[in-house]
């Protein structure tokens, strides 16, 4: 099984700065037959359903700010939040979806400073 | 506009069988895989399972942890998804999300979920 480890458990951050959460894989979500990054990154507020914002580990779903942006490969990704908005107060999770059991990272909470 | 709306859960006893339902609008429901994801509350997020669609035959993949005690299925005819749940253990408390499965793999619709509670 690929195991998913997010850091750090919990963020806060000032309303405007920079937001940083990392993933790591335990083996690699690269399928090289297309070079893709089988990664995804969602968003959970509270008594809501989590909402998709990153899949192939760096493409924006439509409706998602561009102050979200997901970068890395293969076993290192990162989420980023370029100006936390009061709105991003949330628990993110990182999600493989490359082979079952397709598993989420633990989550990080992410609060305003 | 692209709707799952989850329903079946409750109260059960350990030892006891509950099944879940997921009804999808919205989007050619046969087309797609349809996955479960639990959550404890307070908890991240874990994968159940997934029913792939026709073309797939149907097949099935499930998480260790409920391998053999949980049966997902779907009638493409109803556009509804199922879990049953059986030998159901104290664990297996959480919300019950369905989840469209999006291009290759990823969640890009959830269901409001609904909560399955095992108690004495």
């Known amino acids: 099984d690929i195991v998913m480890t997010q850091s750090p458990d919990s963020l806060a951050v000032s309303l405007g700065e920079r937001a940083t959460i990392n993933c790591k894989s335990s083996q690699s979500v690269l399928y090289s037959s297309n070079n893709n990054d089988y990664l995804a990154w969602y968003q959970q507020k509270p008594g809501q359903p989590p909402r998709l914002l990153i899949s192939?580990?760096?493409t924006r779903e439509s409706g998602v700010p561009d102050r979200f942006s997901g970068s890395g490969s293969g076993t290192d990704f990162t989420l980023t939040i370029s100006s936390l908005q009061a709105e991003d107060v949330a628990i993110y999770y990182c999600q493989q979806y490359y082979h079952p059991p397709f598993n989420f990272g633990q989550g990080t909470k992410l609060e305003i400073k | 506009e692209v709707q799952l709306a989850d329903s079946g859960g409750g109260l059960v006893q350990p030892g006891g069988s509950l099944r879940l339902s997921c009804a999808a609008s919205?989007?050619?429901?046969?087309?797609?895989?349809m996955d479960w994801v639990r959550q404890v509350p307070g908890k991240g997020l874990e994968w159940v399972g997934r029913?792939?669609?026709?073309?797939?035959?149907?097949?099935?993949d499930y998480a260790a942890s409920v391998k053999g005690r949980f049966t997902i299925s779907r009638d493409d005819s109803k556009n509804s998804l199922y879990l049953q749940m059986s030998s159901l253990k104290t664990e297996d408390t959480a919300v019950y999300y369905c989840?469209?499965?999006?291009?290759?793999?990823?969640?890009?619709?959830w269901g409001q979920g609904t909560l399955v509670t095992v108690s004495s």
């Open positions: 029913v792939r669609n026709k073309a797939n035959r149907y097949t099935t």
């Open positions: 919205g989007f050619t429901f046969s087309d797609y895989y």
């Open positions: 989840t469209r499965v999006g291009s290759y793999g990823k969640y890009d619709y």
């Open positions: 192939w580990a760096s």
